[in-house]
């Protein structure tokens, strides 16, 4: 399924969605990661739970032959949550419609 120019790749009703797109700007595959707020108070309880999910969309990514992903993050909070799944600070920051964005990598 494909929702605002990017493939949702898990989608749960209530809790959110982890999305794929290729970014021409940034030359880059990005991978989306988006929780309803009402999911954030369950999150750290759920933290397993995510790390299973997660590994089968690795194991996806590396059968397209994709080595590398960025998570573009509006908050602190959500590149916290990014960095707990291996994703690794790049000290840049893009410029998108919805604003300032840090920009975290993962080597698949």
């Known amino acids: 399924m494909f929702r605002n120019r990017m493939e949702i790749l898990y989608e749960e009703q209530g809790r959110g969605y982890v999305g794929l797109s290729f970014e021409p700007f940034l030359n880059q595959w990005v991978l989306h990661v988006k929780f309803e707020p009402s999911f954030w108070t369950e999150v750290y309880t759920m933290i397993k ?4 999910v997660f590994e089968s969309i690795l194991n996806e990514l ?21 960095r707990i799944f291996g994703f690794k600070d ?10 300032y964005k840090y920009i975290l990598k993962l080597e698949v």
């Open 62 to 82: 590396r059968s397209r032959g994709i080595t590398e992903v960025l998570a573009l993050c509006g908050t602190e909070k959500e590149a916290k949550f990014d």
């Open 49 to 52: 739970y995510c790390l299973n």
């Open 90 to 99: 790049t000290g840049l920051m893009a410029v998108t419609q919805e604003g």
